[in-house]
């Protein structure tokens, strides 16, 4: 094996990224992450109306396809001390909430899952077999030895016909996979299953937001007014006369399949996603011990029970681990000058004072300044810049962000459901709670949170049918509408738990307009460069170490990098703040 | 056994292939009625449909992915017929797309190298995303410039399929001030047939629609004067909404959460580019026929026309065009004298688009 490994385009991710790696042998001694795309968005936002922001900000990713246009929305309610009503902060969660879910399935199954599945074995599994193990699993009414037999029957016959499409040159047969033929076509069964599933699911944001992708919203609450009477009797010359039920999406129906979604959603999983991401981790116990990295994690907080200015009231907490120390939460503020800021040493673009400072985001800059090869090229210059994303940092200290990281918090500070959830998997299992720190400790806390937060769905969504059978029918506060009545300037920061991690939107209005938009995104945290003091980022520290047994199949670097959910399209943000051009 | 043996055994036809999974003729032939339907066509074309399909080796789909966020990609895993396991696993042989493909790197490249070996004249490249032209660093997949990559794979493709409104028009990256001189597929290709498939993104059954109409028939649909196909945006949103009754009322939501919205009143007022738009959104919906920005309470943005981003606000009321009515701003807050003054307007420029095979844009409004 050369002395540099080089593996781009990395597939079964959202957008462009490029890993390269400083070979010993077969052991990963240094890896270098690169985002090999850029738009430039943030100057594509400023100067124009910041209720129009949201629009763009969420075309910065179409997988997390809500996060980035909810994080705008919040951070110009934000810069307008702008308060929504109940019903809006009801509908955002069960959005979020409904994106985490599909997101984590959807990346489990047809992101991650050929990183452990052999599509190949499942040809010789016997359908017989695969049914007794499924139903050993989980209730999950597709489990028959005729439905696995028809599902290898398909592959069979996909196979047979030559033509393998987006199976094609995989690594199949590598030494690395080690499921048996049986969970392999329990597997693929499932794939398909989940793509299924999936299109039914987002129904819930087509109800409450026209379209997904890029569902609809509004700075102030929501767009969906709410079609139902409660006080109606039926009787004489109601409402219903000239619109009134079906006048929009959120009517009686709507609500109605509003709560087969979630069912739907809680079905899954609980009979598919959960007990097959236990099942596969089970046969790859070594993945529990590897690939974590930095050991300090970070959470924004989501899910207001009240407003989002009342982080006491979130679902999931605010707060920094250092070290793997889960007795100790730091505190973390958003707007605090010297904790989040973002630096460019390794990373192609220019800092007005500097290139080796960090800058906070409402003093952030983005100008562009590729000096990387020109292309064509074989290799990064890795001493110099190397990538199209930032390097964040809080505090100094390079971070992680996402569901470990959520899980993590959610358990230091006590959380019930979570205490009983991660010590279920790990006695099922049999792991100690340092398997948490790793590759599939990371990939199995996705799951984790997909259940908790299904639970919280139900709650929320018997909460606004009490508001709505209550007379409350608010879904939008006119109040800050209109720009006349904004203040000259101000500046405000929106914030989420995106199904990636801690994101944040710092914006900054003057006369009505944009002035100055900068994004941090979880990617970013995740997939960027070193920093100016040589400090790896999240990927960069999770991947050194790694044996990878053949640089042409380079399974093992696939399997950590995908356990994150790269989202390179949203790392590599970007936003110009004025003067800086 | 290994896959790789397998693909040098033999090659099964679309029909064969159907047989195997389990699905008989009869099915077959429900697939084939429901695709004719969906594009629009005469029952007598279904027969039609299905001799093409038995027939044919699944073709070769490359699938290049630019300045782009997925949308698109996303939005083609929620089409409902075809569904994506039926399109690739059926229909289409999808042998490169990022987002989907088990092998990275090399293994990857190497993937895309033989489709276009095997299928030389044949395959189908579809692009989600602009490309920059304002430096080649600006985007590069395996450390080649996206421009060479779109180049190189165009060169024996049958044709081009742009999905979305980045790749169709150059979207979002090319907004102003377009920091990285970001460009359609159509500006860079010209030998090539380039059918655009706007929206942002587009809707889920209309990308795997023009596919299904490109296999079925061997050809590509028929295109307006902007490369997109009539079937699909060939009337604008206005003219099919539910809610264009209370338009020609003159009854209008003033607000998001009024009793006029709640009852599905028109939202000219608030912003609503339906007027100006030309996308199946009314018809066809979003999600399996749930809803559509409009139902949901939130007016159109424009997101399938060129240009829409810099065509100005997204709750900024149409203005009526100076030319050729007349009627001035005064229009939009007139109710009733608004809504006929636009009805008029609409069919007037509606039977000039159709004449012409153009539609309107934002952009001749805002002249």
Redesign the interface.
Known sequence: MSDRL???????????L?IEARMAGNVIEEAYSSG??????E??LRD??P??AW??AQ?????C?LVHGLASVRAVEDALKYPIPPNAQLIRNLMIAAQYVHDHV?HFY??HA?DWVD??SA??ADPKATSTLAQSLSNYAKSSPGYFA?VQ??L??????????????????HPAYRLPPEANLMAVAHY?EA??W???A??L??????????????V????????IWPEHQGQGKG?HF???Q?????DVT?LA?IQEVIRSIRDFVDQVYLPDTLAIAGFYKDWFKQGEGLGNFMTYGEFPAKGMDDPASFMIPRGAILNRDLSHIEEVDLNAEGEIEEFVSHS?YDYSAGRERGLHPYQGETK?N?T???????QLEVEKAYSWLKSPRWKGKAMEVGPLARVLMLYAKGHEQTKELVGMALKKLDLPVAALYSTLGRTAARTLESRIVVDAMQGWYDQLVANIKAGD????N?AL?EPSTWPKRCQGVGFMEAPRGGLGHWIVIENGKTANYQAVVPSTWNAGPRDGLGQAGAYEAALKGHAVHDG???LEV?RTIHSFDPCI?CAVHVVELPGSD | MDLLEYRATRTKTVGEALEQHGIDRRDFLKLCAAMATLLALPASAAEQLAVALAKARRPSVIWLSFQECTGCTESLTRSHSPSLESLIFDMISLDYHHTLQAASGEAAEAAREAAMKENAGKYLVAVDGSVPMGNPGYSTIAGVANIDVLRETAKDAAAILAVGTCAAYGGLPAAQPNPTGAVAISELIKDKPVVNIPGCPPIPTVITGVIAHYLAFGALPELDALGRPKAFYGETIHDRCYRRPFYDQGKFAETFDDEGARRGWCLFKLGCKGPVTYNACATMKWNGGVSFPIQSGHGCIGCSEPNFWDAGGFYEALSMPAHPLKVGAAAAAAGVAAGAAVTFFNRKKKGAAKAGHETTTLEDLER
């Open positions: 080089v593996i781009d385009p990395i597939t079964r991710i959202e957008g462009h490029r090999t795309m850029v738009r430039g968005l100057l594509i124009r109306d209720r129009d629009a763009i075309r910065i990713c179409g997988v396809t959807m047809h992101l050929l599509i190949t040809l010789k028809d029957k398909r069979k016959g996909f196979v047979d016909a030559g033509q393998l499409g987006i199976f094609g040159k995989g690594y199949w047969g398909l793509i299924a999936q299109r039914d987002v129904a944001h087509a109800i409450f937001g026209g379209k997904n992708p890029h569902p609809m919203l509004v102030g609450g929501v767009p969906v007014a709410i079609s409402p000239r619109g009134g079906s006048g929009t999406a959120l709507g399949r192609w562009l590729y990387g090869p020109k292309p064509p090229y074989e029918v608010d879904t939008f006119e509408w042409k199949q380079p696939l399209a």
